[in-house]
């Protein structure tokens, strides 16, 4: 989007102008209602403006030197990885790289990791066992408008990305199908040409069960799996007991609806293969997403031009922000931290020794869950993210929370996070500070900085240089970017700190080495990998091979088992969660937005109407909804779209986290958001 900035009522005596942007591919010019209204931030007054000490506002010396000196006291009695660092899926490729070095170089801890790890992790974990590479859309997203078939599994885009919306739609007019499955018969599963609509927590099975039909039915592109893959036989073997019928009896899918799917797909002469969060977040995600790409193997997908497996993304920088160093296992560039070459090539940018640079730390729920523990942070430094309302089992998370001996959150409003911290530092947003963002094709776009911010409010970067300065005995710095002087290896211009990402990616996964400031603005974006400046950038990085070892994509055997909770008699019913239109993640910004809160003002449980008859249950009246975790309230909303064994609840307010299940995957770290057990009972 476009911001124009002018004399007025603005947050340094400016007022906002929001347009889209018309040369960015994957929105064309398009905004959904959370863009359209997002400068309301800019210009309200519930903006943070000043640094918080226990609740009383004090100047930015105190608050910086209260923070130094606790980390120093933590570290002093528990060691590095007394300070935990937890990151956001929405910061700027700068900040989250930054973040990444200063929680390595400064703190030396190796307990780090963000909230993409709740999105993105499941997909992808398994991209990188098929493919070597985890790239959302390893193609543009506007090839999905000249496909003939599109498959996608647990996303409903026309709420959550409106935008992407028009793609899909474009395919649909040229006469192309759209097949979605979904528990639930969402915005976008009513403009499907095919609706698939399994039991929550089924997905995998019914992936099994559509390459088994492929397979019999003749539709496996013998010539490309000979020639571009490896590991079919194993995986031919490992489907055969999946026949239609058993699918029917575990999914509820029907026969003859799987048998169709099958053969669009089959008859297609392009077809992509996409998943949302709804196939990923469950403790078998990973293996769920490894079953659609198996499928998407089988008939020849990707690698070809027009065709492929895609994820489709959740958070603004949800591909960058996973890239370059904020997660518990990588260094920038896609890089594993226990790598040797990878540790001694970014030490090398960092002017550190290898050897001092932390392993891999826990993952988002383990670190969450180990907070306050003997041997788990005792501090945490929380940018970006308010897992008070998005963890799973948030009640728990917040009790982890309220045990520290430190809690310090950036935020730009007072999140529910927030309100719990020792220390809240008040930071700039969106439209008052530059960076680089990259969408889910790995396309590096430019952010601009439009406006001022309130006085009194700084850049996470500035935060970052002003802990490092006070923290300088502490911080690891030699002959590198910067030397010992955190003022130089911290640097609070964009710029800066991209031109050194560049540097610390060069040679990774995602190379960043060729992409320049000055080309994203002249190419409207460049596609990773770009090792060099004279390189075009990929926007098919298959094509031509895999990025694995011999150059193939990997089949990989996977078996369906049932959700690590099930219903039984004492909680008969599955919840599933997600988003509505109007809101976004955990909601700290949108549920600030006047018009936003017109459209749905607060939490809600969607029930069948057989299952509300059942209970007594009338539209409008408030429900208790009841897990083994905790309980929620929401008012009822009786709809035919869901399953009558199912209830839903957005997932934007406090209550639908209190219920979910953090039984985590055992390869993305993910926890089973998407299906938990629950009853039901009437308030009053």
């Known amino acids: 989007m476009n911001v124009a900035a002018g ?44 640094p918080l000490l226990h609740g009383e506002p004090v100047g930015w010396d105190e608050a910086l030197d209260y923070v130094a000196d606790r980390i120093r006291q933590v570290q002093a009695e528990h060691g590095p990885n007394g300070v935990a660092v937890f990151g956001g899926g929405g910061l700027t490729n700068e900040k989250a790289y930054q973040l990444g070095k200063f929680a390595r170089t400064v703190l030396r801890t190796s307990q780090i990791d963000y909230n993409g790890r709740f999105c993105m992790s499941s997909a992808a974990a398994a991209s990188n066992r098929a493919f070597g590479m985890d790239r959302g859309l390893p193609f543009p997203i506007t090839d999905l408008a000249e496909a003939d078939a599109v498959l996608l599994a647990g996303g409903n885009v026309a709420e959550t990305m409106p935008p992407f919306l028009r793609h899909l739609t474009a395919m649909r007019e040229r006469g192309g199908s759209l097949i979605v499955v979904d528990p639930r018969l969402t915005a976008t599963a009513r403009q499907a040409d095919l609706h698939l609509q399994p039991t929550p927590g089924t997905d995998l099975a019914l992936a099994l069960g559509l390459l088994h039909l492929a397979i019999t039915e003749g539709h496996v592109d013998e010539s490309y799996v000979a020639g571009r893959t490896t590991g079919f036989d194993a995986v031919r073997t490992s489907v ?178 927030a309100a719990m911290a020792d220390v809240v530092f008040p930071t700039a947003q969106w439209a008052e500070e530059g960076g680089t963002m990259t969408n889910l094709e790995g396309r590096v776009l430019l952010r601009r900085r439009a406006v001022s911010p309130p006085p009194g409010v700084r850049s996470d970067l500035e935060i970052l240089q002003g802990l490092a300065v006070r923290l300088r005995g502490l911080f690891s710095g030699g002959h590198g970017s910067g030397g010992t002087d955190p003022v130089r290896a911290f640097p609070t211009e964009p710029r800066e700190v991209f031109d050194e990402l560049r540097r610390a990616s060069a040679g990774g996964v995602a190379d960043y080495a060729g992409i320049t400031y000055e080309r994203i603005a002249a190419e409207t974006g460049v596609f990773w990998p770009c090792p060099a400046e004279d390189h075009p950038g990929t926007p098919r990085p298959f094509l031509d091979a895999f990025p694995t070892p011999d150059g193939r994509a990997r089949f990989v055997p996977v078996e369906h088992r049932p959700p690590g909770e099930d219903v039984d008699e004492e909680y008969p019913l599955y919840l599933t969660t997600g988003r509505v239109l109007a809101h976004y993640q955990s909601g700290a910004q949108t549920r600030r937005i006047a018009a936003l809160n017109a459209v749905v003002a607060e939490t809600f449980v969607e029930v069948h109407p057989d299952l509300a008859e059942r209970l007594e249950v009338s539209a409008g009246q408030r429900l208790r909804v009841v897990s083994r975790r905790g309980v929620a309230e929401g008012v009822a909303r009786v709809n035919p779209a869901i399953r009558a064994d199912t209830v839903f609840m957005p997932f934007h307010w406090a209550g639908a986290n209190l219920l979910t299940n953090p039984e985590l995957d055992p390869v993305s770290r993910m926890p089973e958001f998407k299906v938990c057990a629950v009853r039901l009972e009437r308030v009053g």
């Open 7 to 50: 004399s007025g009522e603005g947050g340094a005596g400016e007022t906002v102008t929001i347009t889209p942007r018309q040369d960015i591919p994957a929105n064309a010019g398009g905004l959904c209602q959370k863009g359209w209204t997002a400068g309301e931030l800019l210009t309200g007054g519930q903006r943070l403006t000043t």
């Open 240 to 417: 055969a007991s999946w026949w239609p019928e058993r699918v029917e009896r575990i999914t509820g899918v029907p026969v003859a609806h799987m048998r169709q799917a099958v053969a669009i797909l089959g008859g297609a002469g392009r077809a992509a293969i996409l998943t949302g969060r709804g196939a990923e977040q469950h403790a078998k995600g990973t293996d769920t997403v490894s079953a659609f790409i198996n499928l998407a193997l089988a008939l020849g997908l990707p690698g070809r031009p027009g065709s492929g497996y895609g994820c489709v993304t959740g958070q603004g920088n949800g591909q960058g922000g996973r890239e370059h160093g904020q997660k518990a296992d990588q260094l920038p560039g896609y890089r594993k931290i226990d790598d040797p070459a990878a540790r001694e090539h970014v030490a090398r940018v960092w002017g550190v020794d290898p050897r001092d640079l932390p392993g891999p730390g826990r993952s988002a729920y383990e670190l969450l869950d180990a907070l306050g523990t003997a041997g788990g942070p005792r501090a945490l430094l929380l940018f970006g993210s308010n897992p008070v309302i998005s963890a799973p089992r948030a009640g728990h998370v917040t009790g982890r929370l309220d045990s520290l001996d430190l809690l310090v959150v950036s935020d730009l409003v007072m999140s529910e996070t």
